[in-house]
């Protein structure tokens, strides 16, 4: 796992050299192990090195192709790599990396080799002879490519403050993209916070030539659809395990040490029983947990530790923790988000345990129905109710409900009393709080139109926007801020498939994820399965009116003076941090981690 930069500029070679220098310091953290560059004829590429295969000199990048036409700088793991190796067997490799290996495809096979491959990477190579650069990114979004084209040139990073710091581009704030932010707690691809920096979208190719970029999208996981697999329902569950077994193998691929997030919810636990499963390996577990009650699992995670017996760490966060790491994990945000800390925690601590790879449960929620927006559409949408009152006596009628309820469940309830009687609305109205504008969800409304409920539909949408834009890049900016490298295996792109081709009667929703858990057969205990679900969240809601409060209130202001918003806009989130808990510390949060990011990176607004 690794840092990749690059720079295609008229500016004469020790200026691009400088550049590039000083972006690949700035993605120090992504890869201590090495840092290499190329530059030659008004083109760039830098790398940092997190070794993870073939730890030797012979894995450094940029690497140069045998007949010297191409360069490439890659990011990423590529698990079949020792597969596609054959299909290049004359080639005269010099290392035991995917890197090589990808270098080798492309030399033979061009572009056509992108299908090919499995893993989560994000590509760049450049063609020295056309004078084509190509940015590749794999097909769910694991690892992310930011970019930006003026008149001083093109330049892609990893992380957009290296594209900062190359001194080619300033950051100001994007007013749609703060728009996005405060609405859905993130933004979307290909936007950013940043105004006209951009982030190639996923199971996308860029092609930069003569100065004009061209986008092409190579994988869409709704085209499996279209299938409807059928059982029965034995058979489903056998394939899932055999896909998620498959996964959870290619996985395990690693020259340094390598274990598991451990919750102690159903995603987690599964993939330590499916490590146990496959490997002789004793698996290594970490977990954290909490002082307050409401927020802590560490029984379970203690049950599944010891039924596979792994080796367990147990780390209990108080908020004096919290509040020690809060400045590095914030630091350590290459873009604002909600949810980063969390991640970033959980990073810190599995990589002080003596991990350098972790396998973490993402994914799971939003292929088995693991989230309340799956429950929440099939009632809106099957409800007689719903879905035959006519829309104005449903809006007012879930208006005049989203009143009583109050906070977040009636912000909610007010979202969903504006949606049509179709997926996309309902969907929308959900994840895209109270904002209106389709912008955001441009390229999913013609395709999920539809007033019938499909857990697939659902799934779709939440690996296109929820999944893409909140989760995975919180897990690969504060991952890699912590030198750990984060491997998905519910994200295995054929699982993935399958799943998305499987109607709904072999998907039920209750009990909760019950095509997973039936899957697994008896490999896990009731105790985890038969529960109410918890997702890993802060304790924010105590912590932003106490431990947090003099902290919040100060970005808070922040924002107010520096005219990102006006003070009537603020006065209501500084006055809520006097209440004895927070109903709303989330949404508080939301602002306080904005204003910080924009204060410490000097964002224009």
């Not at 990073?157 to 749609?176: C, D, F, K, T, Y």
Request: proline fraction near 4%.
């Amino acid at each position: 796992m690794c840092g990749i930069n690059g720079i295609i500029s008229d500016r004469n070679e020790l200026d691009l050299k400088d550049r590039i220098v000083r972006m690949n310091q700035s993605l120090a953290h992504r890869g201590p192990d090495a840092q290499g560059l190329f530059c030659k004829d008004g083109f760039g590429f830098g790398h940092t090195r997190l070794s993870i295969l073939d730890l030797s000199e012979n894995g450094s990048q940029p690497m140069i192709s045998l007949d010297s036409r191409y360069v490439i700088s890659f990011n990423g793991e590529v698990y079949n790599f020792e597969e596609l190796r054959k299909k290049v067997k004359d080639y005269p490799f010099k290392s035991n990396t995917d890197t090589e290996v990808v270098l080798a495809l492309f030399s033979k096979f061009g572009l056509d080799m992108v299908d090919t491959l499995e893993g989560m990477f994000a590509i760049s190579i450049f063609d020295k002879v056309s004078q084509v650069l190509y940015l590749i990114r794999d097909r769910l979004g694991q690892k992310p490519i930011y970019y930006f084209k003026n008149e001083q040139g093109f330049g892609f990073s990893s992380e957009m403050r290296a594209l900062l710091s190359s001194g080619l581009i300033r950051g100001e704030l994007s007013r749609q993209g703060l728009e996005n932010f405060i609405a859905t707690k993130t933004v979307f691809e290909p936007n950013t916070i940043l105004k006209n920096i951009y982030m190639v979208p996923k199971a996308s190719i860029l092609t930069f030539k003569s100065g004009e970029i061209t986008i092409k999208k190579y994988w869409k996981p709704n085209k499996s659809m279209s299938k409807k697999l059928r059982g029965p329902y034995w058979k489903v569950q056998e394939n899932v395990k055999k896909l998620f077994f498959e996964s959870i193998e290619k996985r395990l691929i690693s020259d340094v040490p390598i274990g598991a997030f451990l919750s102690g919810g159903i995603d987690s636990s599964c993939i330590v029983a499916a490590m146990r499963e496959v490997s002789n390996q004793t698996p290594r577990t970490v977990h954290v947990s909490f002082n307050e009650q409401e927020f802590n699992e560490s029984k379970y995670a203690e049950i599944i530790a010891k039924k596979f017996k792994t080796d367990h760490v147990n780390i209990r966060l108080k908020p004096d923790d919290f509040l020690q790491s809060l400045p590095d994990a914030l630091n350590s945000m290459d873009h604002p988000s909600n949810d980063g800390c969390n991640t970033y925690i959980v990073s810190k601590k599995t990589k002080e345990s003596g991990l350098t790879v972790a396998l973490s449960g993402v994914g799971g929620d939003e292929l088995f129905g693991g989230y309340p927006i799956f429950g929440v559409s099939d009632w809106f949408l099957k409800s007689a109710i719903m879905s035959k009152t006519p829309y104005e006596i449903r809006h007012w009628t879930l208006k005049a409900i989203s009143a009583i309820a109050g906070g977040s469940k009636g912000e909610k309830l007010a979202a969903l009393s504006k949606a049509k009687s179709n997926v996309f609305d309902v969907y929308k109205a959900f994840r895209g709080s109270n904002s209106s504008d389709n912008e955001f969800f441009k390229d999913s409304k013609d395709l999920y139109f539809d007033k019938q409920f499909s857990t697939s539909h659902i799934s779709v949408l939440e690996l296109e926007h929820y999944l893409n834009n909140t989760l995975l890049r919180d897990a690969d900016q504060m991952s890699m801020a912590n030198q750990l490298e984060v491997r998905a295996p519910f994200l295995d792109h054929d699982l993935v498939e399958y799943l998305i081709s499987l109607p709904n009667e072999f998907k039920p929703l209750k009990p909760v994820k019950k095509l997973l858990i039936d899957s697994m057969g008896n490999l896990l205990p009731e105790e985890i399965w038969n529960r109410k679900k918890k997702g890993f969240v802060l304790p924010m809601k105590y912590w932003v009116n106490h431990e947090l409060k003099q902290f919040c209130k100060e970005n808070l202001m922040w924002l107010a003076e520096n005219h990102v918003f006006s003070s009537s806009e603020m006065e209501p989130w500084i006055q809520s941090l006097e209440l004895k808990s927070n109903p709303r510390g989330y949404e508080v949060w939301n602002y306080v981690v904005l204003g910080y990011w924009l204060r410490k990176n000097n964002i224009l607004s």
